[in-house]
């Protein structure tokens, strides 16, 4: 467990709420659609967040861009600190690589996307929730010693 | 010479790590690796405690978690803790620890009258003797004194320092207990390709397994619903000056798919009497103390046992030089007595021990009745069988069975997926049961609650034959150890008494926690000002910045109000409010609920929601709008807005936002399915500020791109726009009554807005106002509220909102809005109160005709929102009263009784301010 866990905001330029019919998006639950710089994370039956440009064919599309706040960890330790506040199992046989899941973290609603690379993790919060959430993560993430990187855009890899 | 009980070799201490520690203010040393049980043994101390009740000497008796004498005070200030079991706490340098529940010293202690009164003390002797005075009252003076006179440590008084955290954790295979049993499932699991974690309460072995997760120094307390398995590690107890981003204990959370538990057997007493004596300890934590710490218990020994397990401890004890005396047999010579090499006393039994600080001798006797002899010793070694640990098992809804030849009770089945292996299952030597010696003094079963077997016997001949009734009227077991070598003796003594199997009597139930949960890991890193989690809008910060009080709305941190340097809250409100009503503010109004809806059949599935029409609002316009629940009575109000074709943007209020997306959300998934509608909340996607007072326009015209005039911008009108070119929405709508506008922004460039509005506020003397300033503007104004007002009692006529109902279309709530008790007379209705004489508004007081009459006297509303209005300069009030629109110009009383404030009061209408909306319009 050598390699160092990182934390950093991932900025997001723009984000959509999908609902309805939206050719092109997975329907299979926590599943993520990629295709170039569009994300899509499951959020439900006919709902989907989408990170990127607003997809035109859907039924309806909902400006989201700045509901919610993102923070990427990276390294061997990023799902022992998200597991202190967050019930999922995140061994990847349980939680594969790029996909989704919905739950809590600590009393907050989130979503969690494991990318492609399997030991990074980003968790979605409301933004009126994430400095709590930083402070948590902040908390938790010190006993690793954890380094706080300079914000980024989002990038599902 | 320090250690003089420290043997020279062997055990697992290191010795070239001493350690320096106290205990009672006394200096000793001893080794890395120790317990402070086995450090004080190797300094000879035998002496540790003293008694819950009779204050009677004790000392060491066990090696382990079930320690039921060795508790003492660890630390100091803050970070004292109570009741710590010596012979689990690692030794680190510089540990402080005192004895507890003695006065003024441990060898001197004033309490031990206790033990000289204990006649009158028997089992629940005071249920029996507190009975006078028969007043509640009487019982919680007693219950003070008795408090005081029991109870062990003391908690510390001051805020707990350190920091707790919780752990989930995941696994295919969890494996409680990292004696060999453990290990081998442990590795066994492993290699047949399972996710493996192993618990295990000591420290670290050094030993890893190859793909176990180990958790050390962690003890699995409780097993939950579907295998969640509770755990508490202590992260940082063991250490001198432990890290500062450490915790100092992490609450684990393991859900497995199975459970193995390795748990092993905890040795268990005999009840004779002196059983109690300092330096009598079981015969296994004798032979642990002797292998494990190097350590010798005594120099003299006498072993007593019903079984062949103390065979290893006597020869242990031989090997490492203490003199074994005698080992007295219960059974008839065997076996093991033969090949031992020990003196071995057969068929017998200690009757009775001597000695007060610390065992001096033992009176030994034949089981069937013959002369007692006298033996000298320091030490007993006293080993009355095993318990099988399954307190995991049973709390996984395990079965037990009886075993006569172990004399205990061990596991049968589980509906879980929950194995027991090892001692646990009861892979233990045979043993005769012997449970108690008939003779005189206090035989004690349960050591830490000072039980007897007397106590026992009287429980059963009062009647309290029900092994869960005798646990409460003797306190059996109900110590910090849960009785863990108690409990089965206790048992078995009743079943004795009362003349019946020990399968007959049954156990009491095994609860979590296994241990005692150190409270401060139980809610982890949720404490403190991170009870609940705190929302935080995008101005947060400049209002921080700015010194504003803030109030919590919901989890919301709003701005209450922005006191000026020597300006009281209130004082600072009322400038606010005038300020708004003379030139113009600025309110933080992102908390607000927002809802966007979408789709083709939006508009008609709004118009199913709100009881006023919808479908006719156009594009570009707003309308305020009221729902109900499905009873008829107000849900929430709030504005549409219509954004496009069929586009609109809802919002609700604060408090409210997630009960009416819930209430949306049912109604289309639930309800009406088959609506093409979409809804979702854009709460968190807008910041938003309010503009209101008469120069709002000049402010609004200052930062936006578009014409604002009243002909261009009429009331109610709603744009895009950019706003300090932000991509914005401009909103004419109104809260205070005054002319005013709403910006809303991406809540990403939040501040940035409102720095803007403040800055081309400037010069028209614009200031900030918080909820307090808002609240007065909106009670002036007769604006009602979700809570106080729209209690959930209220329909839309009783808040005088009755022309909203739309007469030609249905909604959700309108069908039951016809009951009678609706309509009929007599409805407490909105109104609106002015203080006369100037008194000030009592708070939540209730309206009454003539505030004189006895009580019960009968009440006409109560009030529901005041403030001082600084725009009227007077006290008001809005209030529900039982026909309260008939009745303005009545005098009425507003009275308080838990105030003590009565205020004569002036029944008018809701509304102090404009009441035609020139202000708003114009």
Known sequence: MADRLVVFEATIASAWNVQGEAPGLSSAPNAVSREGSVTAFWLGPRSWLVLGKSPGEATAAFDVSASRVAYTLSGSHAATVLNKHCPLDFHPSAFPPATCAQSLFGQVNALYYRHAAAEAITIFVARSFARDVAHHLDASAAQYGAEWAAPRPFVAD | ?922
């Not at chain 2, 062997?10 to 320096?20: E, F, H, K, S, T």
Request: charged share 20%.
């Open chain 2, 1 to 922: 010479m320090t250690q003089p009980f420290r043997l020279a070799q062997g055990g697992a201490v290191d010795r070239a790590r001493p350690l320096a520690f106290t205990f009672d203010g006394a200096r000793f040393e001893g080794y890395a690796g120790d317990t402070l049980a086995s450090a004080l043994l190797a300094n000879g101390v035998h002496l540790v405690a003293r008694s819950f009740k009779y204050h009677r000497p004790r000392g060491i008796y066990t090696a382990g978690a079930e320690e039921p004498n060795a508790l003492v005070q660890l630390g100091m200030g803050a970070r004292s803790e109570p009741n710590v079991r010596a012979t689990t706490l690692e030794l680190f340098d510089g540990l402080s620890a005192e004895s507890q529940n003695r006065w003024p010293s441990l060898r001197f202690d004033a309490g031990a009258l206790n033990d000289a009164f204990s006649p009158l003390m028997p089992a629940g002797f005071y249920y029996k003797t507190f009975m006078w005075p028969a007043t509640p009252r009487g019982w919680l003076r007693y219950e003070h004194l008795i408090r005081r006179m029991a109870g062990m440590g003391r908690a510390a008084s001051e805020p707990d320092p350190d920091a707790y955290e919780h752990q989930y954790a995941h696994c295919d295979v969890l494996v409680v207990g990292g004696g060999p049993a453990g290990i081998e499932a442990a590795r066994f699991a492993a290699q047949a390709g399972r996710r493996v974690i192993l618990c295990d309460e000591g420290p670290p072995s050094g030993r890893d397994i190859a793909d176990v997760t180990l958790l050390s120094r962690t003890t699995a307390f409780g097993i939950y619903d579907d295998l969640m398995v509770g755990a508490l590690e202590r992260v940082t107890d063991h250490l001198a000056s432990p890290p500062e981003r450490e915790p100092r204990r992490r609450l684990w959370k393991i859900r497995a798919r199975e459970v193995v538990l390795a748990t092993g057997a905890i040795e268990r007493g005999i009840a004779y009497a002196g059983n109690d004596r300092p330096g009598t300890m079981l015969a296994g934590a004798a032979k642990t103390y002797l292998e494990r710490y190097a350590v010798r218990p005594g120099s003299r020994a006498v072993v007593f046992t019903n079984n062949d397990s103390a065979y290893a401890a006597a020869q242990a004890l031989m090997s490492a030089g203490v003199d074994v005396a005698a080992v007295v047999d219960a059974r008839p010579e065997g076996e093991a007595a033969r090949r031992c090499g020990l003196r071995v006393i057969a068929s017998s039994a200690i009757v009775n021990a001597n000695g007060r600080l610390r065992v001096s001798s033992v009176d030994v006797a034949p089981l069937d009745g013959g002369r007692a002899r006298c033996i000298d010793c320091d030490l007993v070694c006293v080993s009355g069988g095993f318990n099988p640990a399954v307190h995991l098992w049973s709390q996984a809804r395990g079965t037990l069975r009886y075993d006569e030849r172990l004399a205990a009770f061990l596991p049968d089945a589980c509906p879980l997926p929950v194995r027991i292996v090892g001692a646990a299952a009861g892979e233990l030597d045979a043993v005769r049961a012997l449970w108690s010696v008939r003779s005189k003094g206090k035989r004690f079963v349960d050591l830490m609650n000072d039980v007897t077997a007397d106590d026992v016997a009287l429980a059963a001949r009062e009647g309290y034959t029900a092994v869960e009734h005798l646990k409460r009227y003797t306190t059996l077991g109900m110590g910090p150890d849960q009785g863990k070598t108690s409990g089965v003796v206790g048992l078995a003594l009743l079943a004795e008494a009362r003349g019946v199997s020990i399968p007959d009597v049954g156990t009491t139930t095994f609860r979590p926690p296994y241990t005692p949960v150190t409270l401060g890991a139980v809610p982890g890193s949720e404490q403190g000002a991170h009870l609940a989690p705190t929302r935080r809008s995008a101005m947060h910060d400049w209002h921080a910045e700015r010194g504003a009080r803030f109030v919590t709305a919901g989890l919301w941190l709003r701005p209450h109000s922005y006191p000026r340097a020597g300006e009281s809250e209130d004082d600072a409100a009322n400038r606010e409010a005038r300020n708004v009503r003379a030139n113009v503010g600025v309110v933080d109004v992102s908390t607000l609920g927002k809802i966007e809806i979408a789709g083709r059949d939006a508009a008609a599935f709004l118009n199913r929601i709100y009881v006023n029409t919808i479908d006719s609002l156009a594009t570009g316009r707003c309308r305020y709008g009221v729902m109900l629940r499905d009873d008829g009575m107000v849900l929430d109000d709030g504005t549409v807005t219509r954004l496009g074709p069929s586009h609109y943007l809802l919002t609700t209020t604060t408090v409210n936002a997630v009960k009416v997306m819930q209430h949306i959300e049912y109604l289309l998934q639930v309800v009406w399915p088959e609506l093409a509608v979409f809804a979702t909340s854009v709460t968190e996607q807008w910041a938003a500020a309010a503009i209101s007072g008469p120069r709002a326009r000049d402010v609004v015209a200052a930062l936006v791109d578009i014409d604002v005039s009243n002909a261009a911008f009429p009331f109610l009108a709603v744009a895009s726009c950019r706003a300090a070119s932000l991509p914005a929405r401009l909103f004419r709508m109104s809260y205070s009554g005054e002319l005013a506008y709403e910006l809303h922004v991406r809540a990403d460039r939040g501040r940035e807005l409102w720095e803007a509005i403040v800055k081309a506020g400037e010069p028209f003397g614009l200031m900030p106002y918080g909820t307090e300033a808002m609240g007065t503007l909106r009670i002036e104004k007769g604006h009602i509220v979700v809570g106080p007002e729209a209690d959930g009692r209220t329909t839309a006529d009783d808040l005088g909102l009755g022309k909203l109902v739309s007469g030609a279309k249905w909604c959700v709530g309108k069908p039951l809005l016809a009951r009678p008790a609706l309509t009929e007379a007599g409805r407490w209705q909105l109104v609106g109160l002015t203080a006369l004489d100037g008194a000030p508004m009592p708070r939540a007081a209730k309206l009454v005709a003539d505030p004189a009459r006895a009580t019960p006297n009968p009440m006409l509303g109560h009030v529901t929102s005041w403030c001082y209005s600084p725009n009227l300069e007077k006290w008001i009030a809005l209030a529900l009263l039982a026909d309260g629109r008939r009745r303005h110009g009545e005098t009425l009383w507003a009275v308080s009784p838990l105030a003590g404030a009565r205020v004569r009061v002036k029944v008018g209408p809701s509304c102090f301010i404009d009441p035609e909306g020139a202000r708003l319009r114009g």
